[in-house]
């Protein structure tokens, strides 16, 4: 007999996650205080226990809001890959559960980022990733690397860009100044200064900014997500003056040396979609294997939320953004940021 309960002891939750190969960063207690305090999405999480009480099963799920795109059910925003957990009865009794839901919070969508063998859902991939396989030697994953990548690493070196770890309010705060001017020049909604704020205070112990610094000016920077064995590479951004310096070489190598170092397994690049070629090329010169993504949509016939890039309409978005003045481009990406996780 399952019980689907609402709410349990985070320490047992996450005693629970240990148990499970699948679990990550975005399964975790951690996460979901990071998405209510930065966005006011409200929780449904799912947990199933058995007879004696013990935890077997979950779903994380939030309630997203958005007349852009529609209100949905979410396992979870702003993760890549985030399913449902658990032996075979708790996972059928979760997902019986997360049909109900839907109809309860009368949301268009249920989404799970994760292909789950069910006909009621539609599983689509539109994203892929890259994995790294580390070894404690970082010798062995720089033969792998291409040669244009490693000449890169070695003229950041050359050049004199300097690589830190930090977890520094100030540098955080720079970081989000230098994301905004990255995509305010590629014409999209950039992180609000809130969300990486949050993510630092609330989960400081999984994550860490790699910094690359001239004459200690932070020209780019990465946010690695760490959990279990895996280091995820969350975010990055750098002023766009100094690209020809290749910061983005430099605190990507620095972080996989360290993750190497640290005993940790696995470098996942993090998501990319498809007609993205230009970044999923750069993600392959790191010696990576891509794999897909699917994400499965309740009913199965939702139309998709992810962006088309090749249309007339999403130019003109991006042309509209990028004449934004910087203040109001960041008042609008504030308002809007929340529908796109």
Request: hydrophobic share 35%; charged share 20%; with cysteine.
């Amino acid at each position: 007999m399952v019980e689907i309960v609402a709410n349990v002891n985070d320490n047992e939750w996450n005693r629970f996650l240990l148990t499970q190969s699948d679990a990550t960063i975005y399964h975790t207690p951690e996460w979901r205080t990071f998405l209510e305090k930065t966005f006011s999405y409200k929780p449904h999480y799912l947990f199933a226990t058995d007879e004696s009480g013990q935890l077997t099963g979950l779903l994380p799920l939030f309630l997203v809001k958005s007349r852009i795109t529609g209100n949905r059910l979410s396992a979870v925003p702003f993760s890549h890959q985030c399913g449902c957990l658990g032996d075979d009865t708790a996972y059928n009794a979760l997902i019986d559960e997360a049909f109900a839901l839907t109809k309860k919070c009368h949301t268009e969508i249920l989404e799970i980022k994760d292909l789950i063998n069910s006909h009621n859902f539609q599983g689509r991939n539109e994203f892929c990733t890259h994995m790294l396989e580390l070894s404690q030697n970082p010798e062995m994953i720089w033969k792998n690397v291409h040669r244009n990548a490693r000449r890169n690493v070695k003229k950041s070196k050359e050049i004199g860009i300097q690589v830190e770890s930090s977890s520094n309010h100030d540098d955080v705060k720079d970081f989000y100044e230098i994301n905004a001017i990255t995509k305010h020049k590629l014409g999209v909604p950039c992180h609000p200064l809130r969300f990486y704020i949050n993510l630092f205070s609330t989960l400081s112990a999984y994550v860490r900014l790699f910094i690359s610094r001239l004459d200690g000016e932070m020209i780019g920077a990465g946010i690695m997500e760490y959990y279990k064995d895996q280091v995820i590479f969350g975010y990055s951004a750098a002023n766009p003056e100094y690209l020809q310096l290749r910061p983005y070489y430099a605190f990507i190598w620095a972080s996989i040396e360290d993750a190497c170092l640290a005993g940790y397994r696995t470098y996942d690049f993090g998501r990319t979609s498809y007609d993205n070629s230009g970044l999923i090329q750069f993600k392959r010169k790191w010696g990576t294997l891509e794999r897909e993504l699917y994400y499965s949509y309740y009913p199965s016939s939702s139309q998709s939320i992810v962006t088309d890039r090749s249309t007339s309409l999403y130019r003109l978005e991006n042309s509209i953004i990028r004449t934004m003045p910087m203040s109001a481009y960041k008042v609008f990406s504030n308002s809007v940021f929340s529908s796109f996780g």
